[in-house]
């Protein structure tokens, strides 16, 4: 089992960044595939990015391609999502989640989730 905590959200102004960090509990973080997750409020939760146990596989949603970067630190049991050119439809609760085997971008592949951070992005 694993528990995650995020942080590194807030209030950025549209064309700036955040990075937000995710630590995970527990010795065996390198055996889960990580993914981020985001909902803005009356949206279903929709999949920003995963990588894969090792770092060496990532995927990202269109909508963030080229501005969002995935990556990992499994010493220090962290996975941080970098948003660089935040734009206002950005804005959204951001969860991390972890999963056994391969990343997905199905939320309702991954177990364990966090609290979630909030990012908004005015404009």
């Known amino acids: 089992q694993v528990q995650l905590v995020e942080s590194g959200g807030g209030l950025v102004q549209a064309g700036g960044s955040l990075k937000l960090s995710c630590l995970a509990s527990?010795?065996?973080?390198?055996?889960?595939?990580m993914g981020w997750f985001r909902q803005a409020p009356g949206k279903e939760r929709e999949f920003v990015a995963g990588i894969n146990v090792s770092g060496g596989s990532t995927n990202s949603a269109d909508s963030v391609k080229g501005r969002f970067t995935i990556s990992r630190d499994n010493a220090k049991n962290t996975v941080y999502l970098q948003m660089n050119s935040l734009k206002p439809e950005d804005t959204a609760v951001y969860y991390c989640?972890?999963?056994?085997?391969?990343?997905?971008?199905?939320?309702?592949?991954?177990?364990?989730w966090g609290q979630g951070t909030q990012v908004t992005v005015s404009s």
């Open positions: 989640a972890a999963r056994q085997g391969y990343f997905s971008g199905s939320s309702s592949l991954y177990p364990y």
């Open positions: 527990g010795r065996t973080f390198s055996s889960y595939a």
